[in-house]
């Protein structure tokens, strides 16, 4: 999802449906706009910090697995539904 996430209504309850949606060795991928980095020209709320985004993500038993940051302003955050959730 790219650019989505933070403008859920209800993050929490979307993402669980969407997790119990996935296949056992799916993936989700979130892209957000880094809230670490006061330059990116894009209001606060529209950023999140990769801290936030794993704290929330694993409280619905997705694992965090990497992050990428070759994108200029974004950060690109994988992560691996764990076996709790089956």
């Not at 989700?28 to 950023?47: F, M, Q, S």
Request: aromatic share 6%; no cysteine; charged share 30%.
């Amino acid at each position: 999802m790219v650019d989505v996430y933070h403008e859920l209504e209800y993050p929490r309850e979307m993402m669980e449906s969407i997790v119990k949606a996935l296949k056992p060795e799916a993936r989700v991928v979130l892209v957000e706009y880094r809230k670490e980095n006061p330059l990116i020209p894009i209001k606060g709320l529209h950023k999140m910090t990769q801290k936030q985004v794993k704290k929330e993500m694993e409280s619905i038993n997705l694992i965090w697995q990497e992050t990428n940051n070759d994108l200029p302003s974004q950060h690109l955050m994988v992560f691996q539904v764990s076996d709790k959730s089956l």
